[in-house]
């Protein structure tokens, strides 16, 4: 066990501090943000030039070290030995809180497990800033970051998850979000979704619906800029007349899957397929 006491306990190491930065935006930098990032020894940036020009922004002289998922590995024992000698540093993603589909946790990991304090700074999140303003159910949700590229793995991940009874959310790149959106729907089935671009910018953008309305306006007016896919949990109703297809037991086992009680698993997929509720437990528990 570990307590870090990050402002009253005493250290000789150097603080490692986890600065959010804008995700586009500039004027959601954050006073304490600007004052870290002046104050520390070194800044570690996964793209120098990028943090560079925010650095201009904010008239912030600090020196920067490169770190990003290629070079990870390599330089993390040499940034723990700059902080064990007392220098601190920031860490600073392209966009957003570090850690988040960065190599940041890998040297968060590696400062801990040398007692080393870790300090994070509140910033901006992409994932949770589309969360709040979707209107889909903000809790419980799952962030998964980006998605598998190829469309069987996608597919089989989805599938992993359609039983999920939270609010899923996703990075995904403009030039396949309509790829993804149709195996989401071959899976899912019709489910309410909200895609949004260009958050906290000028053309910011959120287009709410079921899946096929969405698709249907993405394939009229093509997708710019970053964009997230949120997309509502599964609700233990039939989202696609496909389903009724399916075998109801396949069905009653999802929602177990998913944290249901069987004979609540049983009532909902009875009442769903407008069967008797009876011979589908009779079906599922193999009585004659």
């Known amino acids: 066990m570990q307590i870090q006491k990050s402002f009253k306990g005493k250290s000789d190491a150097g603080t490692l501090y986890l600065v959010g930065t804008p995700v586009g935006n500039l004027q959601d930098m954050t006073f304490r943000a600007v004052e870290v990032l002046k104050s520390v020894d070194f800044i570690c940036a996964e793209d120098t030039r990028n943090t560079g020009l925010l650095l201009k922004h904010f008239a912030i002289e600090t020196r920067q070290i490169s ?73 419980p949700h799952i ?38 959106l149709e195996n989401m729907q071959a899976v899912y089935g019709n489910r309410q979704v909200v895609v949004v671009r260009e958050l906290t910018k000028l053309y910011e953008e959120y287009q709410r619906g079921l899946i096929s309305e969405v698709m249907e306006y993405i394939s009229e007016n093509p997708l710019k800029g970053e964009c997230l896919i949120i997309v509502s949990g599964y609700d233990g109703q039939v989202a696609d007349e496909k389903l009724e297809n399916q075998n109801p037991l396949d069905l009653v086992q999802e929602l177990i899957d998913a944290g249901h009680k069987p004979n609540q698993a049983i009532k909902k997929v009875a009442k769903d397929l407008g069967l008797n509720r009876q011979e589908v437990y009779n079906a599922y528990h193999g009585v004659d």
């Open 67 to 139: 770190f990003h998922e290629h070079n990870a590995f390599e330089k993390t024992p040499g940034l723990i030995d700059l902080l064990l000698s007392g220098q601190s540093l920031a860490q600073v993603s392209d966009a957003g809180l570090p850690s988040i589909s960065d190599p940041g946790h890998d040297l968060v990991k590696a400062a801990i497990a040398a007692g080393i304090p870790v300090v994070a700074l509140p910033g901006a999140s992409a994932g949770i800033t589309a969360l709040i303003a979707s209107g889909l159910a903000p809790q």
């Open 143 to 180: 962030f998964y970051g980006f998605l598998p590229r190829k469309a069987g793995q996608q597919k089989d991940f989805f599938e992993s998850k359609k039983a999920y009874p939270e609010t899923q959310i996703f990075y995904e790149s403009p030039y396949r979000v309509a790829d993804t």
